[in-house]
């Protein structure tokens, strides 16, 4: 369908949930995750403040490098891995068709 | 004993400004926060981002919209207990409320307002199974007294200015200092990376960067720790002491065995005046839900002002209340 992409969100108890995600909302992987009631905080909002989206890219996906601004936050986060981002600074967008992610640990 | 109409429970833009409401009814308000300044998480997390949509104010940054709060109820006289965290309630004969502090501080009020955001704002813990069990037997979370750890090995992990800040400090009193960070780069002042960098060269920090510890190890008191390094593998490590600085995050806290109606982490309110199922306590801003709640600053202003009628109610339930617009009678100070 148009205008929507489909990623494969993994929970903390290993349940891959299938959800749609529209391009044209201006949304986030945390967002679109809490809109379909995933386990995740988004404590700050989507600024980059907290590590409450954290989550792990399991797909090649070819995603923009981490800001310093969420390398700084990653840095405040634990079980930190080399596939580690913070969801709400991924935008939704056509390229992510397919896009594997899991959940972090929360502390 | 402090005495007071309304305690208030979060120094955050929502309770500051619920003084300046209760102030106009002549309610007197005593604020208590776990964090050592008003603001919560504006001072705490983001004093330098600009906020858009609080009205009258095309952008306000964070810190001054705060500065701008506590001018604002200043000839209201609040009172304030910081870097203590309301841990009992308890409701007396007459009908007040005896609330104590996590350090013995007794304050007698009429009603309660929990204006506490996120919750508490505590110290993030390593994700260490046995973490707990070595808490002040070698781990600490907050350094009080630099000289405590003369003479001893300290362990230190983050990325940040305290992590960076603190192991220069250590490095002239401790007797040995190792900084553990989880990449090469750091986000904390460029000044003090340098000079972490320099006091390795000196030998006087042992800096390794690309690791996290993974591991506590000791009998009655913290002995070792396991460092995991990207390329080393684990090390292990003998220590006296190990301080992960992390950063605060926001916890809900004693507020949770209050008997209040709690979903995911928020009060339950009845709209109409923003009161728990607890008659004489509140809960405004963003602790609190109810059909259609959105988690804005503007909206929890609304809350206190609405809120602070009915506690003025519950407090003098014989007395009229009349309602008056502060450009009419201007500001009576308390």
């Not at chain 1, 403040?49 to 090649?60: F, G, K, V």
Request: hydrophobic share 40%.
């Amino acid at each position: 369908m148009d205008g929507i992409v489909n990623i494969k969100v993994t929970d903390r108890e290993g349940v891959t949930h299938e959800i749609e995600a529209p391009t044209d909302m201006n949304m986030n992987l945390m967002e679109i995750c809490k809109s379909y009631e995933l386990p995740v905080e988004g404590t700050c909002g989507g600024m980059a403040l907290c590590a409450s989206c954290h989550m792990y890219i399991l797909s090649e996906h070819n995603l923009s490098k981490p800001s310093d601004d969420e390398e700084d936050m990653l840095d405040q986060a634990f079980f930190v891995e080399d596939n580690s981002r913070l969801g709400c600074q991924i935008p939704i967008t056509e390229d992510l068709e397919g896009l594997e992610v899991k959940l972090a640990d929360v502390e | 004993m402090i005495e007071t109409n309304i305690l208030i429970i979060g120094a955050g833009p929502v309770g500051l400004f619920t003084v300046f409401e209760a102030g106009l009814l002549k309610l007197k308000c005593h604020l208590i926060d776990a964090l050592p300044e008003a603001g919560g998480q504006l001072k705490e997390i983001y004093p330098k981002k600009p906020i858009y949509d609080i009205p009258g104010y095309p952008s306000v940054l964070a810190g001054d919209l705060v500065d701008n709060l506590m001018e604002q109820i200043e000839p209201f006289k609040p009172t304030f207990t910081f870097g203590e965290r309301a841990e009992i309630i308890e409701k007396q004969e007459d009908g007040t409320f005896l609330v104590t502090s996590n350090k013995g501080t007794l304050i007698k009020t009429n009603v309660i307002a929990i204006a506490a955001g996120l919750g508490c704002f505590e110290p993030r813990k390593p994700p260490l199974s046995n973490i707990v069990d070595f808490e002040d037997k070698g781990v600490e979370y907050i350094i009080k007294d630099p000289n405590f750890y003369k003479g001893k090995k300290v362990v230190v992990a983050g990325g940040g200015d305290s992590a960076l800040d603190w192991t220069i400090l250590l490095a002239e009193i401790a007797e040995e200092v190792t900084l553990v960070h989880r990449r090469e780069s750091f986000r904390g002042a460029l000044d003090s990376v340098d000079k972490v960098v320099e006091l390795d060269k000196q030998g006087k920090v042992k800096l390794v960067t690309n690791a996290q510890i993974i591991a506590l190890n000791g009998t009655d008191k913290l002995e070792q720790v396991v460092i995991k390094h990207k390329e080393l593998g684990e090390i292990s490590k003998d220590v006296d002491h190990f301080i992960p600085l992390f950063g605060l995050s926001p916890k809900l806290g004693p507020i949770a065995d209050w008997e209040l109606n709690v979903t995911k982490n928020a009060i339950e309110v009845d709209t109409l005046d923003y009161s728990t199922n607890v008659e004489g306590i509140y809960a405004i801003g963003d602790i609190n839900t109810y059909p259609g709640k959105l988690k804005l600053i503007l909206c929890g202003f609304h809350e206190g002002t609405i809120m602070v009628q009915s506690a003025f109610k519950y407090i003098y339930p014989d007395k009229k209340l009349s309602f008056k617009y502060t450009t009419v009678t201007g500001i009576d100070g308390l």
